[in-house]
């Protein structure tokens, strides 16, 4: 009975996730083509860094990414903060979005599909 709850707990966390990674991906893929351009991944990766700028003077503060839920402060300035000042400036944050969309773009299309972002729905440094 207990390895019975198990599975189905590893199935409701499973399908959690694909469903939160579908809707991540219909919201940023603006135009509903089934793919999602640099341009849209861009346009989210703005509109992250904008909510998340609350004194809107153009850098994340360590306050200011502590107060992010869906990450971890520490590990996202490690990734983040190339000068290692302890902050992240808006080029800091799109220049290692761009990163992450090369990453996720696996066939080098220009584009992140559906099944690529699917492998990837957890962004580790950009939520959405």
């Given at each position: ?7 189905l ?11 939160a990674?579908?809707k ?21 990766v ?28 520490e ?27 090369k ?22 440094i950009?939520?959405?």
């Open positions: 009975m207990k390895k019975l709850i198990a599975v707990a590893v199935l409701f966390f499973s399908a959690t996730i694909c469903i990674a579908e991540s991906f219909s919201k940023i893929d603006k135009n509903a083509d089934g793919k999602i351009s640099k341009q849209e991944y861009m346009d989210a703005a509109e992250s860094f904008n909510k998340y700028d609350l004194n809107k003077d153009g850098i994340l503060s360590k306050e200011e990414i502590k107060s992010i839920k869906k990450i971890e402060a590990k996202f300035l490690k990734e983040v903060d190339a000068n290692e000042d302890g902050k992240v400036s808006r080029k800091e944050f799109f220049d290692a979005a761009e990163q992450k969309f990453e996720m773009d696996e066939n080098n299309s220009g584009h992140i599909e559906n099944k690529e972002w699917k492998k990837r729905p957890a962004f580790v950009f939520t959405f």
